[in-house]
C-alpha cells in the first residue's frame, strides 16, 4: 500500500479541494479521508503539495515506429511521468502511418510495456493520402482510440463529411488539424515576423481559421461529433465559439507554447521556436486564454513534436523542422502564464488537463474517487524552476530550455506504483 499524507487534494470532476491523506492498494485508491492510519510499504509526505489526478495528455508524437532517432515510445513515456502525465494519446504520423491493424498492434504492443497508459489514434486515410478512409471499424476493434491525420490537414471537404458521417455511426470522432495549404508560404513562421524579419511568406491566419470554419460547419450538418487540433488563432476561437453556439459538436484544444509566448521567440530561440501552428501575435495569445476561460477551449495538449538536436541546428531556419517537446514542460506554462497571471484558477487548470481530456476519449481517468483508479501527480504549483535541457525525452528542442517558471512534479503515480520521482 501507498499513503499519501498531508496534500492539498484536488479532483477538478467533482470540485473536491481539501487537505487530507490518499490511500492507495492494487491499482486503485481506496480511501481519501483526514489522519488515515495504516500500514503503507511507502509513506509520501505532500505537506505543501497540490496532488491531483494523473494529467492527460491527447497529443503526443512518439515517433515510433520510423522515427526513433527522435523519440520512441519508451523515452516519450519517460518524459510523460517526469511532467505528470500518466495517460497520452499519441499521434499516427510515423513511418509508415498508423493506417493498418498491423501498424496498430505493433505500436500497442510497444506501448503496453510502459508504465503510463499510451493509446494511440490511427489515421483518417490511408497513408495520409487525404483520399480514402481507413477502415475505421477494424482499427477501432484493434483498439484505436480515434481518428486524426494530424501533421497535415485534410484538403477535401468530401473525405471530411464521410469521415464524420463514418465516425459518428461508429460512436467515435476524428480530431483535425486545420491549414490550407493554398493559402500558406512557410510553415512554422507566423506571417508577420516571416515577412517583417525573414522577408518571406510565412504560415498565414487565414489558412487556419477558414479551415476551422468550414470543418465546423460540416460538423453542425452531419450532427456529428469534431476535435480541432492546436488552435492558433483569435479568429478560430470565434469561428468554434460560432459553431458551438449553433450546437455543433465541436471540441477545442490549445497547446502551452499558444497561451504562454508570441513570434518574437524565434528571434532569440531561433529554430527551437519554430512550430506548426506558428506562435502568433499577443493578440492571439490572449484569445486562446479567454477560449480557455469561456470553456470554447476545453483541453491543453501539448503537441509534444522532439526532433533530434542535428535536424534543429541548421543555418537556414525555413529548412529546420517546426515542433518543439513539451511535456516536462506543459504543467509549468499552465501554473506561470494561466495560474498565477490570474486567467484561471488551480481548478480550472486542472479541469483541462485531465477530467476533460479523459471526458472526449471516454477513458475512466482523470479524476479522484475512493475505488477509482490510483493514477496521480503530487507537485508543487509555487516552487520555482529553471528549465534545464536534461529532459527525459531524448530531445531538447524547447524554447523554454534557461526560462524561469514556476511548478514543480515530486511524484507521478500510474496504477498505484510511482513511476516518476524528482530528486
Known amino acids: 500500500m501507498l499513503l499519501i499524507k498531508n496534500g492539498r487534494v484536488m479532483d477538478p470532476k467533482t470540485g473536491f479541494d481539501q487537505v487530507c491523506d490518499v490511500l492507495v ?62 495517460r497520452v494519446v499519441m499521434m499516427a504520423n510515423t513511418n509508415p502511418t498508423i493506417s493498418t491493424v498491423e501498424t496498430l498492434k505493433e505500436v500497442l504492443a510497444s506501448a503496453e510495456r510502459e508504465d503510463i497508459h499510451i493509446h494511440s489514434v490511427a489515421t483518417i486515410t490511408e497513408n495520409f493520402d487525404g483520399q480514402h478512409l481507413t477502415d475505421f471499424e477494424v482499427l477501432l476493434k484493434a483498439g484505436a482510440a480515434g481518428f486524426s491525420d494530424d501533421g497535415i490537414p485534410l484538403t477535401s471537404s468530401r473525405v471530411v463529411r464521410e469521415a464524420l458521417e463514418k465516425a459518428k455511426k461508429l460512436g467515435t470522432f476524428i480530431s483535425l488539424h486545420e491549414e490550407d495549404p493554398e493559402l500558406n508560404g512557410i510553415l512554422g513562421l507566423n506571417e508577420e515576423i516571416a515577412r517583417k524579419h525573414f522577408h518571406i ?70 529554430s527551437n521556436a519554430k512550430m ?51 511535456l516536462e514542460t506543459s504543467l509549468s506554462l499552465g501554473l506561470t502564464h494561466l495560474v498565477q497571471a490570474g486567467h484561471l484558477t488551480l481548478m480550472e487548470l486542472l479541469e483541462k488537463m485531465t477530467v476533460n481530456p479523459a471526458k472526449l476519449y471516454q477513458f475512466d481517468a482523470g479524476y ?26 531524448k530531445a531538447s528542442n524547447s524554447p523554454f530550455v534557461g526560462e524561469e517558471l514556476v511548478g514543480q512534479v515530486y511524484y507521478t503515480i500510474c496504477d498505484g506504483k510511482i513511476i516518476y520521482e524528482w530528486e
Do not use: W
Not at 241 to 267: D, N, R, Y
Open 25 to 86: 492498494k492494487d491499482k486503485k485508491i481506496v480511501q481519501i479521508a483526514k489522519n488515515i492510519d495504516a500500514e503503507a510499504s511507502r509513506v509520501v509526505d505532500a505537506t505543501g503539495m497540490v496532488v491531483a489526478p494523473g494529467l492527460i495528455d491527447i497529443h503526443v508524437h512518439f515517433r515510433e515506429p520510423g522515427q526513433t532517432h527522435k523519440e520512441d515510445i519508451h523515452t516519450g513515456a519517460l518524459s510523460a511521468a517526469a511532467g505528470g502525465f500518466t
Open 201 to 270: 511568406c510565412g504560415a498565414t491566419g487565414v489558412a487556419e481559421y477558414s479551415m476551422v470554419a468550414r470543418d465546423v460547419m460540416i460538423a453542425y450538418a452531419t450532427k456529428a461529433p469534431v476535435h480541432i487540433q492546436h488552435l492558433s488563432k483569435e479568429e478560430s476561437v470565434k469561428v468554434v465559439e460560432f459553431a458551438q453556439q449553433l450546437g455543433a459538436q465541436v471540441t477545442a484544444e490549445v497547446a502551452p507554447q499558444h497561451f504562454s509566448k508570441t513570434e518574437s521567440l524565434l528571434l532569440t530561440q531561433g
Open 276 to 326: 506548426n501552428p506558428p506562435l502568433r501575435l499577443e493578440s492571439d495569445r490572449l484569445a486562446v486564454i479567454e477560449g480557455l476561460k469561456s470553456g470554447v477551449i476545453s483541453i491543453i495538449a501539448t503537441d509534444h513534436a522532439p526532433h533530434h538536436r542535428d535536424e534543429k541546428n541548421v543555418a537556414d531556419i525555413t529548412q529546420a523542422p517546426s515542433g518543439m517537446t513539451g
Open 368 to 393: 479522484l474517487a475512493e475505488n477509482g483508479p490510483a493514477d496521480l501527480t503530487i507537485f508543487a504549483p509555487d516552487a520555482e524552476r529553471t528549465v534545464a535541457p536534461d529532459f527525459q525525452s
